[in-house]
């Protein structure tokens, strides 16, 4: 499931590459949720511990994203879509 935030966080990328280069803004945010989809779905434990307590991180390969997410047993909750140039925040 997509928080709020973490659907913010995919709008905003896509407003940011859109302008630059349409096709590569759709394949990253296509990218970003097939990648959600198929590790987080069949393996919620893929990513790494995160950097904030009770979250995980899987790095998006080919892109600089990580998805910060929350399991709660098989239930996984995505909390944001982070650049991984950004500062990262120090709670969701």
Not at 30 to 47: H, N, W
Not at 53 to 67: C, K
């Amino acid at each position: 499931m997509w928080t709020n935030q973490a659907a913010r966080d995919l709008e905003d990328i896509h407003s940011f590459l859109e302008p630059r280069d349409p096709q590569a803004a759709a394949r990253i945010i296509q990218r970003l949720a097939r990648i959600a989809k198929d590790v987080l779905e069949v393996a919620p434990d893929a990513g790494r511990p995160g950097r904030v307590e009770g979250t995980r991180e899987l790095v998006v390969t080919r892109t600089p994203y990580i998805i910060a997410y929350e399991v709660d047993r098989d239930d996984v909750r995505i909390v944001s879509v982070i650049h991984s140039r950004r500062v990262w925040p120090e709670a969701f």
